[in-house]
């Protein structure tokens, strides 16, 4: 069964940083993609950024220039670092995941392109 755990997130000042990690041991395909979302209280869930097989990595417009996302392929971790936050980064975050052996992914924000998610940490941003 495959389990993706989050941890790393808190409480932060706006401007600060938080790196998001998410374990990914159980996780193990040869192709995969894999993203950050998040949802705030009301609002619908919004992709944040992604990463696939070879590196190609695209993030949200929201997100651009403060957010980056990678994975430690030996480690199996995928991190989400998030610089210069702001109070409306304030929301849950999960990362998620497809992957197989066939198939060529490309970085996608749409979160029905996901097979497995996370539990989430909440990530706090106040002024």
């Known amino acids: 069964q495959v389990q993706l755990v989050e941890s790393g997130g808190g409480s932060v000042l706006a401007g600060g940083s938080l790196r998001l990690s998410c374990a990914t041991n159980?996780?193990?395909?040869?192709?995969?993609?894999m993203g950050w979302f998040r949802q705030a209280p009301g609002k619908e869930r919004e992709g944040v950024a992604s990463?696939?097989?070879?590196?190609?990595?695209t993030v949200a417009e929201s997100v651009k220039g403060r957010f980056t996302i990678s994975r430690d392929n030996i480690k199996n971790i995928l991190y989400l670092q998030m610089n210069n936050l702001k109070p409306q980064d304030t929301a849950m975050y999960f990362c998620?995941?497809?992957?197989?052996?066939?198939?060529?992914?490309?970085?996608?924000?749409?979160?029905?392109?996901?097979?497995?998610w996370g539990q989430g940490t909440q990530v706090t941003v106040s002024s």
């Open positions: 159980t996780f193990r395909a040869k192709n995969y993609r």
């Open positions: 990463i696939v097989t070879d590196g190609v990595t």
């Open positions: 998620a995941g497809r992957g197989d052996y066939y198939s060529h992914y490309v970085p996608s924000l749409d979160g029905s392109e996901y097979d497995y």
